[in-house]
């Protein structure tokens, strides 16, 4: 046994196929089965999920007896957790406030992901490559979108 | 002759003003992205395809194909100049090419790698035009059984064939797959993992998977790691090779072609393992192999012509079989069906223009490589200089827009988020994203496949042992496995991986 399980990148591994192979079992459990020669919805998914889950065992197992590969510690919590949210942002706003505030919004945010934020220099990046968007987008591409909702 | 007439009617098509300002557009942006580290022909074709919609079929495969193999020459350039293989599939050419520009030889190690290439392509794309016609001729008397067992055998070899752990790469498949059958049931209507929310009943957007996975996970992935980059500030004095450089390179570009071909006809085999193999066999027939590693023009030769002699030859099993070879296949399959094209071999007799279009220009597009990059070298190293705190928000913009202009959804959006965060989860536990989106574009078909193929047989499993295609294809694949399961085997390829 490994006492250093939870540093073990097969342990996460495991855990993670588990989760979702589990998950898409439980979902199914609902789904008509059906048989070999008529199969219902739900066979495929109950076969791969099943599939998902015996691979999250053995990687699991695996992790728990020797953890051969650890995981690498170089990771970016802030750019994990900005990063999705400017997005997020970006398709809230393009709905209720325009084309320019979103974009805005997703360059200024993902912008920030990185720990080489510089605040002057993205304020004026985020104005010229939303000018750029508009331009090439908007105007001669021709998406159809509002740029201030309301406004404009 | 046949392939003679295609060829010219190909030509026709591609040198169309149309095409060809599409296929310059595509190798000018592959080019660009192959130079810069970061971002790879993945995430370009992915944030580019909604752009495909709006164009005629060709036109934007033209264009998608031409980044893919635009950004092999980009990736050598940065390789050489940077010792930064702005491509994996440029590692190997690092180690001499940086070598040769230390010595001030940048000039003959590009234009070599340049020709390389260039000679690479014109052979893959004979070798699509000879062997596409027949290979789909008898792909169309395939049934059901057929398809399945060798969609089987595409992902099995996909992902044993994969660089990095096997049992990973095939969960990833199966991860694939189970993503693949989100949406509505084709056969009795019953939604499936649809959550009750109405954007998830014509299933996950192809664009929104890649895009999140090969974009957004990526660029989470990379702020992970310190940046940094130093640009080799020697001048470019000539650019010609020397004739004893050239006598040197014939030979490793003739191999580097045999054996990139080789290779890119088998599914999953990167273009690493191309470019690595012609560097070892260069190393053991050199006279000399001391050279090797200190800037032999053969270490840069090799490898560049078999890169992209795999890069061509990928597109074989997509165009003839509908079957993706690569991530990048996946994505051009993809392409072709939001165009509304069934992929499969009914596409060269369906849509000929479609086919030889593609193929010619993919001749064209090699050669305006060489001519574009050459010339355009200095503009080259200075895009290297743009820093990744600004190249990154850009992507993200132009990833946002392009997803959103596909269906006007907002939930689309948050979608790509979310798969952003799961591709940047499955990089870091070590798991190939590659294999998944083969398993996603693959999955409703050899489901369809499978159904069918049950029907047919009343039921009964041993259909795809007693027709002797499906049989062949089946035994491959149990084949592939056994070997790939011996040991013996498995030890090598991590020396490789390493």
Known sequence: MNRNFLESKDFWSGLMLIAIGGGALFIARNYQFGSSLRMGPGYFPTVLGGILVMFGVYFAIAGLRSGAEPLKSTWSLRALIILPLSLVLFGLLIDRAGFVPAMLALIVGSAAASAQFKVVEVALFSVLLTAFCVVVFIWMLGLPYELITGIW | ?498
């Open chain 2, 1 to 498: 002759m046949d392939l003679f007439n295609n060829l010219i009617f190909g030509f026709s098509v591609a040198l169309s003003l149309q095409n060809l300002f599409y296929c310059f557009v595509g190798v000018l942006v592959g080019t660009l992205i192959g130079v810069l580290p970061g971002i790879g022909p993945l995430g370009t074709i992915a944030i580019l395809l909604p752009i495909t919609y709006s164009v005629s079929p060709v036109a934007a495969m033209i264009m998608l194909a031409g980044i893919y193999y635009g950004a092999q020459y980009g990736g050598s350039t940065s390789a050489i100049l940077v010792n930064l293989p702005g491509e994996t599939s440029a590692v190997v050419t690092c180690i001499d090419g940086y070598q040769m520009a230390q010595q001030g030889r940048a000039g003959p190690a590009l234009a070599i790698a340049a020709i390389g290439s260039f000679f690479a392509g014109t052979v893959g794309t004979l070798l699509i035009a000879l062997f596409g016609p027949p290979l789909a001729d008898i792909a169309l008397k395939f049934g059901a059984p057929e398809y399945f067992a060798l969609m089987l055998m595409g992902l099995v070899a996909a992902a044993v064939l994969a660089e990095g752990d096997m049992a990973k790469s095939i969960a990833m498949v199966v991860m694939g797959l189970l993503l693949g059958i989100v949406g509505t049931d084709v056969n009795t209507g019953a939604q499936r993992f649809s959550f009750g929310i109405f954007e998830l009943t014509d299933g996950i957007g192809f664009i929104v998977v890649a895009v999140g996975v090969f974009a957004v996970g990526e660029i989470i992935n990379n702020l992970g790691d310190k940046q940094e980059r130093r640009v080799l500030s020697t001048k470019l004095s000539s650019l010609f090779p020397s004739r004893q450089d050239l006598r040197q390179s014939w030979g490793p570009i003739l191999r580097g072609t045999g054996l990139g071909c080789f290779f890119g006809v088998l599914p999953g085999t990167g273009p690493a393992i191309a470019s690595f193999s012609s560097y070892m066999l260069e190393k053991k027939l050199a006279k000399d192999p001391d050279r090797f590693g200190k800037g032999a023009i053969e270490g840069v030769a090799g490898p560049e012509a078999a890169n992209n002699a795999d890069a061509q030859c990928k597109f074989i099993p997509m165009l003839t079989l509908g079957l993706p070879a690569s991530g990048v296949m996946a994505l051009m399959l993809g392409a072709l069906t939001i165009q509304g094209i069934q992929p499969g071999p009914q596409v060269m007799t369906q849509r000929p223009e479609l086919f030889w279009g593609l193929i010619a220009s993919m001749w064209i597009g090699n050669l305006m490589l060489v001519v574009l990059n050459l010339p355009l070298i200095g503009l080259w190293v200075k895009l290297l200089q743009v820093p990744y705190r600004l190249l990154f928000p850009a992507i993200m913009a132009f990833s946002a827009i392009g997803i959103f202009s596909v269906n006007n959804s907002g939930f689309e959006i948050h979608l790509t988020a979310l798969f952003g965060v799961l591709g940047f989860m499955w990089m870091r536990l070590g798991f190939p994203l590659a294999p998944m989106l083969l398993g996603f574009v693959l999955g409703p078909l050899m489901e369809e496949y499978l159904r069918r193929a049950m029907l047919m047989s009343g039921g009964d499993p041993l259909v795809f042992v007693t027709r002797p295609i499906s049989a062949g294809f089946i035994i491959v694949t149990v084949l592939i496995l056994v070997v790939m399961i011996v040991p013996a085997v498995r030890k090598r390829r991590a020396v490789i991986a390493d």
